[in-house]
């Protein structure tokens, strides 16, 4: 009896440190240092936690760079400003060939000419040198042909969520 007492606390035990993210701290840390480059349009900063592959794909960082400039300077001049992203914890983690993938849900509050809304948007956290380093996707950029083409060795068993739907909040 005692030995099936200590078995059942051992499988209790293993699936609790399993399920357990250990890279979570580092993944809410670099992107906390994302989310504030981005209030603070230092879009190179952005761009160091981009994967790489992504600037590859869009012309280099200069290119990217110019082109976010652009893109957040014609939001704010619309009226379209991100008041606040609040990360949840990251998910489990999964081995893509030589990486490590996790998915980070953000919660995003902006303030818009219409009022202020909100919506939860997922990233892909990509690690490509076990956990020390952490870049980000959006995942709503990702479908099955652009995410075969950028991520060769994606494992199968990461499910992406779809973003909730947006909702005026004020």
Known sequence: MKKNYYIFILF???NYTFSQNKFSNKIKSDCEIMISAMKNSDYNRILDYTYPKIIEIGGGKEKLSSLMKTT????KNEGYVFENQILD???NIYIAGKELHCIVPKKTIMKTPKGRIQATYYLLAV???NGRKWFFVETHLLNDENRKLIFPNFNSALKIPKNTKTILID
């Open 72 to 75: 957040f300077d014609k939001m």
């Open 89 to 91: 914890e990251p998910q």
């Open 127 to 129: 690690s490509k040198d």
């Open 12 to 14: 209790i035990f293993s």
